[in-house]
């Protein structure tokens, strides 16, 4: 069954192309194996970080496996509290991707239902919106997110902050990416609009929400789809810097931007792995989403079409 | 000495799932002084052999056999020699003017680039050249003009800075890839005109790539007839044209509308060469039944009374002064009476899609007054009455490719206008409507549950049909339903829509810039011009007798099939 549907979509242009390109082989397989493991953290890392239970401070500063003094039982040796750093990873880009994609689904359903309103109403809406989305790009994504986490936390019980970083994280950054979103299914919403199967629907006398739902949204898919993968990426990246920045994530919860903030105290006394192997797993998965996002961006676009 | 010869010529478009032959033993012989046209329906591979001359084949199209041969020099798969005489021997002209010209750069610089890229004139001479030039393809006053950019002309003069650039560097031959296919009637006779006289004054050989009979009749002195990839005939244009031998080439002779005579409906030609009564339309008992027929009343269908449109793109800074807004159409009235088919010819920018859209409720007019059956279809009061009457006008579009939704199957297409106006339609109800509905059309059962982009563009023309019929309507606004289609493809759409029209008595308002196309459909005619309506009258008494000059000047300059048989 599974090996039919593979042939299915190998058969199909976008799976001729897939199968293609080397890049996006590479990376959708990285970004499967990350979401894998992320997904099934407790059953595949090797220990729970978070249960005190484990933690045992006698552990602390382990190195890598590799390096005078490694340990077989903690492969990328441990951090100062004698965590299992490769367990920390796993569990700490589970965070970070449910962030991601959290945001990244707020901010889509928030910017496409203005760009296709926008898009298609037109009038005085439209220019509203647009502007507002013009402000909202002026303002670089990391402080409009620094904002919206410090008026939250103004507003929080201090208590339940560290419970309610990720919904404050998932908003900062939701509304710092939405103009993105905004942009792009308005510009094409305007093609779309233009096209005659639309008219043929203004003409019948279809109300305008069911030709948004019906027909423009299904067509103005493929470039919305293009700039979430984009978005995905840059998404972890300002959580991880905001957690970097110590307005993310608290230390008992941490995400590889935490992880990161932590490793970087003790860069110079030589513990370098605590940072550096957090810092290297979010480049790689940044990296294999982005690369993903830019093949996909060509093998969606029918002008650049590998027969 | 032959000058062009092009032997056993095959070029191989290698896809991932097949072979194209988009050029199959081609070969033919061109002389000095001679005009060669190339005709076929898209897709017969006109343009790839043109292409294949100055070595231009988009990937992944190869030659694979045969030798282009200009002068007895072999030009194929020879890129450094085709390098030296591209622009130089050969000239191009594209099919569109507004981007074969680089918008960049003034006139003056595109033509002494060109001119000193091939030779070695030094700067003024080339700029004497330029000019001489621009005399010579007949633009005006070119000492100012050649200061230009090439937005400041029109898309005639445009094409013909495009023709002085091809033979800026005396080129021997000139290939010419749908040079009017862009352009309106008029400036289309200017061209062909021009290009005529270039050829006898300059001992030109050129091949001209177009898939208008008319134009083939009008200029060439022999035709090829391709298709799918081979040439289906190949001769003295008079001879081919009036004695075709070939199916193909009869068949495809017979689909282009006659200018001077109204025709009942096209005949076709069965694979094996005889004639096929062509029965596209099998109305059922039962369609009929449904339908209602209205019986023929010939009383005022739609009353279009002194509109006027003007388009004030630019709300925020609108201008004061009328004088600077743009006039789509200015005081423009007429009548439809149910039953006829009214036509409205013009040219490009004449206003004509605009009035299509203003009467199906798309856009509103500045001024004017709209009636359908007495009911006034501006006036804000009557917007409930107005919305059960939707159903009774209906559009169908000009670009087959645009008007049916890419990710509905065929199905969902015919079936929301239906499900629209019957909101609680049962399902066997419905199903029985829309197998109807394909059946009328003339397209099989099983289409229903593909998607738009597995039908030819004939196909989706009928299938746009059959979406505007689902409602019922009682007007059909067709916006140059066959412009987009290839000859005989609009050949068949055309005697459909005759058959619909005959069967079901609707009334069809025809808008088209092609005049012969207009002649077989309707029976009334109203000439537009910049937003005015210059001349109304019975079909056969503007084309026997025009009383207009705009419309006399239309009708001289159209080309002719007839002509030359």
Not at chain 2, 56 to 79: A, F, H, M, Q, V
Not at chain 2, 118 to 130: G, Q, V
Request: aromatic share 8%.
């Amino acid at each position: 069954m599974i090996r039919q549907i593979i042939k299915n979509f190998l058969d199909t242009d976008i799976g001729y192309s897939f199968s293609k390109s080397k890049v996006a082989i590479v990376s959708s397989i990285i970004f499967l194996a990350i979401m894998f493991t992320s997904l099934f953290a407790v059953v595949i890392a090797p220990y729970n970080p978070f249960d005190p239970k484990s933690i045992s401070l006698m552990d602390a500063f382990t190195p890598p496996i590799w390096s005078i003094g490694g340990s077989v039982e903690f492969i990328l040796g441990t951090d100062q509290q004698g965590r299992d750093m490769l367990s920390t990873i796993i569990y700490g880009s589970q965070i970070s991707l449910i962030v991601g994609f959290a945001s990244i689904i707020f901010a889509m359903i928030v910017g496409v239902f203005l760009g296709v309103t926008a898009g298609y109403l037109g009038g005085r809406y439209e220019i509203i919106v647009m502007r507002l989305t013009d402000v909202q790009l002026t303002i670089p994504s990391i402080l409009m997110a620094l904002l919206v986490d410090g008026i939250a936390r103004g507003f929080i019980n201090k208590s339940l902050h560290d419970d309610m970083a990720i919904y404050v994280l998932i908003l900062a950054i939701g509304i710092s990416e939405w103009p993105q979103f905004a942009r792009i299914t308005r510009a094409a919403t305007l093609v779309e609009k233009n096209k005659e199967y639309v008219l043929a629907g203004r003409i019948i006398g279809l109300s305008d929400l069911v030709i948004m739902v019906k027909h423009i949204l299904p067509n103005i898919l493929r470039p919305i789809l293009v700039i979430s993968t984009i978005g995905l990426s840059q998404a972890i990246i300002t959580e991880s810097t905001l957690s970097f920045l110590g307005v993310g994530f608290p230390p008992t919860n941490p995400s590889l931007g935490t992880l990161i903030r932590f490793g970087n105290n003790f860069l110079f006394s030589g513990e370098w792995w605590i940072t550096f192997f957090p810092a290297i797993f979010l480049v790689v998965l940044a990296l294999s989403i982005n690369l993903l996002g830019d093949w996909m961006r060509d093998a969606l676009n029918p002008k650049l079409k590998v027969r | 000495m032959t000058f062009l010869k092009i032997d056993n010529l095959d070029i191989e478009y290698q896809t991932r799932k097949e072979t194209i032959n988009a050029s199959k033993n081609v070969s033919f012989n061109l002389e000095r002084g001679e005009i060669i046209g190339i005709v076929g329906e898209s897709g017969s591979g006109k343009s790839t052999v043109a292409n294949a001359i100055i070595n231009l084949i988009d990937k992944p199209g190869k030659i694979t056999n045969g030798s282009i041969l200009l002068d007895e020099i072999e030009l194929c798969n020879n890129e450094e020699v085709i390098r030296t005489i591209r622009g130089k021997k050969i000239g191009f002209i594209f099919q569109d003017p507004q981007t074969s010209l680089n918008p960049l750069f003034t006139i003056k610089d595109q033509l002494i680039e060109t001119i000193q890229t091939h030779t070695d004139l030094n700067y003024n001479k080339a700029f004497e050249k330029s000019m001489k030039l621009l005399t010579e393809v007949g633009i005006e006053n070119p000492e100012k003009r050649i200061n230009d950019y090439p937005h400041q002309f029109s898309g005639g003069m445009r094409q013909r800075v495009v023709i002085a650039l091809a033979i800026s560097c005396e080129p021997d031959l000139l290939i010419a890839d749908e040079p009017t296919t862009a352009l309106d009637v008029s400036i289309q006779f200017k061209i062909l005109k021009l290009l005529k006289k270039l050829t006898l004054d300059r001992k030109l050989g050129v091949l001209i790539i177009t898939h208008d009979m008319g134009v083939i009749a009008e200029i060439t002195d022999k035709v090829i007839v391709m298709r799918y990839g081979k040439i289906v005939e190949h001769g003295e244009t008079y001879k081919v044209l009036s004695q075709p031998v070939s199916i193909e080439c009869k068949s495809l002779v017979m689909s282009v509308p006659p200018t001077n005579k109204k025709i009942d409906r096209f005949k076709f030609l069965s694979p094996d060469g005889n004639q096929i009564i062509d029965t596209s339309l099998k109305l059922t008992n039962n369609i009929i039944k449904n339908w209602e027929i209205r019986e023929k009343s010939k009383k005022k269908l739609l009353d279009f009374l002194n509109i006027t449109k003007i388009f004030d793109e630019n709300k925020i800074l609108s201008s004061k002064n009328d004088e600077d807004k743009i006039k789509a159409l200015e005081n423009v009235s007429f009548n439809i009476f149910e039953g006829e088919s009214f036509g409205l010819v013009g040219e490009s920018g004449s206003g004509k899609s605009t009035i299509a859209k203003i009467i199906s409720g798309l856009i509103n007019p500045t001024k004017g007054e709209i009636y359908f059956e007495n009911l006034s279809l501006l006036d804000p009061r009557n917007k409930l009455k107005i919305k059960k009457f939707k159903g009774q006008i209906q559009m169908i579009f000009q670009d087959p490719y645009s008007s049916l939704n890419p990710r509905f199957k065929i199905k969902e297409i015919i079936s929301e206008p239906i499900k629209f106006f019957r909101k609680n339609i049962d399902n066997y109800f419905l199903d029985q409507n829309v197998n109807d509905l394909i059946d009328i059309v003339g397209i099989s059962r099983k289409s229903l549950e593909r998607f738009p982009h597995e039908f030819s563009g004939g196909q989706r023309q009928r299938i746009s049909i059959a979406r505007a019929l689902a409602t019922k309507p009682r007007l059909l606004i067709c916006d140059e339903p066959t412009s987009a289609l290839d000859v005989t493809i609009q050949a068949q759409v055309l005697n459909l829509l005759k058959d619909l029209q005959e069967q079901l008595n609707l009334t069809i308002f025809f808008i088209s810039h092609d005049l012969p196309v207009i002649r077989q459909m309707c029976n009334r005619i109203a000439v537009l011009k910049k937003g005015r309506i210059c001349e109304i009258n019975q079909t056969e008494s503007i084309f026997n007798n025009p009383k207009n000059l705009y419309t006399k000047e239309l009708l001289r300059m159209m080309p002719k099939i007839e002509t030359i048989i």
